[in-house]
């Protein structure tokens, strides 16, 4: 991502619909983990899920290739190291829970991320990814924000599971809000990562929220999330 984008994200991302939800169900999940321990924040970007994270007693270390990534998160008091997650600065076997959401579309050589994970973590611990999904839905919104990719279930799986992780679940996110993604994205010229008037982001707020308790999960959406296992 370029500096204007990685500032438009820092600016927007406590208050806008699409964060809050995915950070929602991050928490969800890390209270899936009865113990907390030592998590790894891959592609951390401001902070936001590092939060999460630390809110829950995690021991959290970030990680951000982007050196102003990297600055503003360390100014928001995030334990963060500029790195290339190709490269993890992790000791093998070392990490109860590595989170990489939405990053591994940023990465040409996106194998080898996905083994770095597997690599931090140790036996029994838990990788929780996010990765945009469907080609049919690529825009100039991807190519602003520098995505390689984007994925599908096959591939996502392929990827995992050639790092040598058990996949514990797969589903689809952002169920609801796919045709009207697909549909604005359509007419975007940038990343649409704007500030949404607080009308319409609470409108928004309140469709997303409805997937929680919907059985959209295995219908096509905007995005995929996973969980997996280092056995």
Same mark, same amino acid.
């Given at each position: 991502?370029?500096?204007?984008?990685?500032?438009?994200?820092?600016?927007?991302?406590?208050?806008?619909?699409?964060?809050?939800?995915?950070?929602?169900?991050?928490?969800?999940?890390?209270?899936?983990?009865?113990?907390?321990?030592?998590?790894?924040?891959?592609?951390?970007?401001?902070?936001?899920?590092?939060?999460?994270?630390?809110?829950?007693?995690?021991?959290?270390?970030?990680?951000?290739?982007?050196?102003?990534?990297?600055?503003?998160?360390?100014?928001?008091?995030?334990?963060? @190291?500029?790195?290339?997650? #190709?490269?993890?600065?992790?000791? +093998? *076997?070392?990490? /109860?829970?590595?989170? =990489?959401?939405?990053? !591994?579309?940023?990465?040409?050589?996106?194998?080898?991320?996905?083994?770095?994970?597997?690599?931090?973590?140790?036996?029994?611990?838990?990788?929780?990814?996010?990765?945009?999904?469907?080609?049919?839905?690529?825009?100039?919104?991807?190519?602003?924000?520098?995505?390689?990719?984007?994925?599908?279930?096959?591939?996502?799986?392929?990827?995992?599971?050639?790092?040598?992780?058990?996949?514990?679940?797969?589903?689809?996110?952002?169920?609801?809000?796919?045709? @009207?993604?697909?549909?604005? #994205?359509?007419?975007?010229?940038? +990343? *649409?990562?704007? /500030?949404?008037?607080? =009308?319409?982001?609470? !409108?928004?707020?309140?469709?997303?929220?409805?997937?929680?308790?919907?059985?959209?999960?295995?219908?096509?959406?905007?995005?995929?999330?996973?969980?997996?296992?280092?056995?």
């Amino acid at each position: 991502m370029d500096v204007a984008e990685i500032r438009q994200l820092a600016n927007v991302e406590d208050r806008h619909w699409w964060y809050k939800e995915r950070r929602a169900l991050l928490d969800r999940e890390l209270r899936r983990i009865a113990i907390p321990g030592r998590g790894l924040d891959i592609g951390s970007a401001a902070g936001g899920n590092t939060a999460v994270l630390r809110a829950r007693g995690w021991q959290t270390l970030a990680v951000d290739y982007s050196a102003l990534a990297a600055q503003i998160a360390h100014t928001r008091g995030v334990n963060v @190291i500029r790195a290339d997650m #190709r490269q993890l600065p992790v000791k +093998s *076997g070392t990490c /109860d829970l590595v989170i =990489a959401m939405d990053v !591994l579309e940023h990465v040409e050589e996106d194998g080898l991320a996905a083994a770095e994970i597997a690599r931090a973590l140790r036996p029994g611990g838990t990788a929780f990814i996010t990765v945009p999904c469907d080609m049919a839905l690529w825009s100039a919104h991807d190519e602003a924000v520098g995505h390689v990719r984007r994925y599908t279930r096959a591939t996502l799986a392929g990827l995992v599971k050639g790092a040598g992780l058990t996949i514990d679940r797969m589903w689809s996110w952002n169920v609801l809000m796919r045709p @009207i993604v697909r549909a604005q #994205r359509r007419h975007l010229a940038g +990343s *649409g990562l704007d /500030d949404v008037p607080s =009308a319409l982001n609470a !409108l928004l707020t309140s469709i997303i929220v409805m997937e929680r308790w919907l059985p959209a999960r295995s219908l096509p959406g905007v995005s995929l999330m996973l969980r997996a296992t280092r056995p």
